[in-house]
Nanobody, 117 residues
């Protein structure tokens, strides 16, 4: 089993920054893909970014503004969010994929990010 706990969300003005953290515990491995997703009110959950040992991937709307990183020694995942926009407002979820896809992976409970205009 794997447990994921997000933190770092909050209320910020447009143009501001936030850093999300995700603490992983249990049967984790540096070989597992980890990522961030978000869900805005009335919308489906969407991919934001992921990271593997080969590199990182971002959805187009956050490229150049968000940076995903991980500290395998501490079992931590991070999302540095800069130049935040009101459309970034959502609940952000940390996820871990053991190689069988996000749907069968592990998810955190989410942390709310609200960007005011």
């Amino acid at each position: 089993q794997v447990q994921l706990v997000e933190s770092g969300g909050g209320l910020v003005q447009a143009g501001g920054s936030l850093r999300l953290s995700c603490a992983a515990s249990g049967r984790t491995s540096r070989d597992y893909r980890m990522g961030w997703f978000r869900q805005a009110p009335g919308k489906e959950r969407e991919f934001v970014a992921d990271i593997t040992w080969t590199g990182t991937h971002y959805t187009g709307s956050v490229k150049g503004r968000f940076t995903i990183s991980r500290d395998n020694a501490k079992n931590m995942l991070y999302l540095q969010m800069n130049s935040l926009k009101p459309e970034d407002t959502a609940v952000y979820y940390c996820a871990l994929d053991r190689g069988t896809g996000w749907g069968s992976g592990y998810w955190g409970q989410g942390t709310q990010v609200t960007v005011s205009s």
